[in-house]
């Protein structure tokens, strides 16, 4: 059955558990999953510009012996032709057999899959979701707490916009308990009401200082230049949030500091060396969660459990 990753909840809890399970087998013996996709190719259609994702992506499938074609930009593509998503989907499943697609506009992704015989991954759409970074958190937050519930987290920044925080927040309420949410924004971009849930136990505050030593995990978001209509609306808010050295010494000794990236100066570097600091883990964690996403969606088998990811 051909299978999709447009929202953070298209796969079960347990679908969800088997792939970080998956990935953490990647992490720790990486030469068995070497020739798993040869001959599989992965195309790679980013719409809207991209590092980590992207060459995340391309990297995972280069792991797994696959090959991979796209485009980085829509500019070096026939959508500045005036060519449409359709389309372009219609062409590319004739020479790929599986899409990683970031878009600025939302539900791209989800029309994309409308007429695609391929799995299409949603990589990003706009400020909707990006399921497959919500992969690789809840991945790293497992890692530093060693669990995935029972636990307190913080988003700071721009919760309007910011899709990672969007999909994250709606799976970790949807398949764990005894999670606290902390929503640290200004009043113009805090969270929207659509992904705040009536059982979701949260608090909405403007301020990080006086929140920090409450949680258990910190996630960090820049101020997106690219959402906003005008410099000058941007620059009310750049620079609202930033995380410090004297910030940080509030913090509980085991709380850990996520960013989906790219940073902007919402970081200093001084805290790259605090031990807290997990968003360099993350991008690491991202090509693990990424391969065995690739490997759930073209039905291979973990060769360590003998399992498929997917039921």
Do not use: W
């Not at 690219?226 to 609202?240: A, D």
């Not at 509980?252 to 200093?268: D, G, Q, S």
């Not at 990424?290 to 997917?310: N, T, Y």
Request: proline share 3%; aromatic share 10%; charged share 25%.
């Amino acid at each position: 059955m051909l299978r999709h990753l447009l929202e953070s909840h298209n796969f079960t809890k347990d679908e969800t558990e088997s792939l970080l399970m998956v990935a953490e087998n990647i992490s720790k013996q990486p030469e068995e999953y070497r020739e798993l996709a040869k001959y599989k190719r992965l195309a790679t259609l980013f719409y809207e510009s991209s590092t980590r994702t992207r060459i995340s992506f391309e990297t995972a499938m280069q792991k797994l012996g696959g090959d991979v074609i796209g485009f980085p930009s829509a500019e070096v593509s026939s959508v500045s032709k005036g060519e449409s998503v359709e389309d372009t989907i219609r062409v590319i499943q004739c020479y790929a057999d599986i899409v990683a697609m970031r878009h600025n506009k939302e539900g791209m992704a989800r029309l994309a899959s409308e007429y695609s015989r391929i799995p299409i991954i949603n990589a990003g759409d706009g400020s909707n979701e990006h399921p497959s970074q919500t992969m690789l958190d809840l991945y790293t937050i497992k890692q530093r707490l060693g669990r995935l519930d029972n636990f307190v987290i913080g988003f700071c920044g721009d919760l309007k916009f910011g899709r990672t925080v969007h999909s994250l927040t709606q799976i970790l309420n949807k398949y764990y308990s005894g999670i606290e949410f902390y929503f640290i924004s200004p009043e113009e971009l805090k969270m929207p009401d659509r992904f705040l849930e009536k059982n979701m136990k949260y608090t909405e505050v403007n301020d990080l200082e006086t929140t920090i030593d409450k949680l258990d995990i910190l996630y960090m978001t820049r101020i997106q230049q690219e959402r906003f209509s005008s410099k000058e609306e941007y620059m009310r808010f750049n620079g609202v949030y930033v995380l410090d050295e004297d910030k940080m010494k509030h913090a509980k000794n085991n709380m850990a500091v996520l960013h989906p990236f790219p940073r902007v100066n919402e970081i200093t570097l001084g805290v790259d060396k605090d031990p807290r600091a997990a968003y360099f883990d993350q991008v690491q964690n991202g090509l693990y969660v990424r391969m065995a996403l690739i490997m759930a969606l073209l039905g291979i088998k973990d060769p360590i459990s003998g399992q498929f990811i997917l039921n």
